[in-house]
């Protein structure tokens, strides 16, 4: 079995060594530099995910992906995730195809319905049509990928009529994947669609999960599809010992989940939920490498997956930090999960 392993950021705002926050716009080119590093380390995937807040200040990923693929040659780029509800379909795919054009067929991208909700109400849509926007964008980013003319209609943007849309691609089209964060019927969409499958596992036992990838294969062979891969997305941070790991990266996790509470329905963290979410059974991928690594291989094996994408990073963290957790990821990580599978 072939085994992938990538990084994910939703461009988390650096801070400098006596905690003051960069800039955006210092954040964003360190992003672009973290995303060229992770090819000489040795990861096999970059994402950006979409997001429209000060500590998340990424809201054109793609724009930051494309200037990765320029100083790149390998690695493989995309989005983790874009927020198809309160996007056009139409845009997203000329910007991941341009994207693909850039890097010579590098691009792929993770849809999403948007479990971070600012940028529904930024860009003028209503939350109570939060089901039905992305079935209906989802539906029509598939047809996109079929290459040729697209004709479609419905209730969420214009109608196309034969409509050639551009850039072509040159060999076919790009790997999407639909991101699922615990929604049965969002595991039957990706099926049906012939999507591919990322598990969003933010919290709680990621064995839970292997529920969703059995009925994600299930669907398949009920629509007639062939087996398509699972991706596993989850936060983590490597340092050179699990004490460092857990001292760098708890109270800037305590801090994030604290802000968010409130929109998301969280619980305010305590220490020893952070201890649970970085033990053996929890979701929170913080250590040594070694700690690191015998944690993915477990839960690849039990979810049946065949990626791993660790989302590093949290607000305040330096980026000379992200930068050791890329480095050791890549060189220590990346090679002994593939022992352990071997």
């Not at 006596?18 to 970059?46: C, M, Y």
């Not at 994408?309 to 890329?326: A, F, R, S, V």
């Amino acid at each position: 079995m072939t085994y992938a392993f990538g990084l994910d950021t939703f461009g988390d705002r650096n801070a400098d060594t006596d905690g003051k926050p960069l800039s955006h716009a210092q954040t964003i080119r360190n992003v672009v530099d973290e995303g060229v590093f992770a090819e000489q380390a040795g990861v096999d995937f970059f994402g950006i995910g979409e997001h429209h807040t000060g500590y998340f200040p990424m809201p054109a990923g793609d724009v930051a992906l494309a200037a990765i693929a320029a100083r790149t040659e390998r690695i493989r780029l995309g989005s983790a995730v874009t927020v198809l509800s309160s996007d056009d379909p139409v845009r997203v795919f000329q910007r991941y195809s341009t994207l693909n054009a850039i890097s010579s067929g590098r691009a792929e991208v993770i849809l999403g319905r948007g479990s971070s909700i600012e940028s529904f109400p930024l860009f003028g849509y209503d939350l109570a049509d939060y089901e039905e926007l992305f079935e209906e964008k989802a539906a029509l980013f598939a047809e996109l990928l079929k290459g040729g003319p697209v004709t479609w209609a419905g209730k969420t943007r214009a109608p196309l009529f034969n409509q050639d849309v551009v850039p072509h691609t040159e060999s076919g089209p790009f790997p999407v994947w639909i991101g699922v964060g615990g929604n049965p019927q969002s595991v039957i969409r990706a099926a049906r669609l012939g999507f591919s499958l990322a598990l969003a596992i933010i919290g709680g036992p990621p064995a839970r999960f292997a529920a969703y990838s059995q009925l994600f294969q299930r669907a398949l062979e009920k629509f007639g599809r062939p087996p398509l891969p699972v991706l596993v997305h989850s936060p983590g941070h490597v340092a050179a010992s699990d004490e460092q790991a857990k001292a760098e990266f708890w109270p800037r996790w305590r801090e994030i989940i604290t802000l968010i509470a409130p929109e998301r329905g969280f619980a305010i963290p305590a220490e020893e939920d952070f201890d649970r979410e970085t033990g053996p059974h929890g979701a929170l991928y913080v250590g040594s490498p070694e700690t690191v690594a015998q944690k993915i291989a477990t839960n690849l094996r039990a979810l049946d997956a065949t990626r791993f994408d660790l989302k590093y990073g949290m607000p305040g963290l330096t980026h000379e930090q992200l930068m050791t957790n890329i480095e050791l990821y890549g060189s220590k990580v990346i090679p002994r999960v593939r022992e352990l599978l071997g």
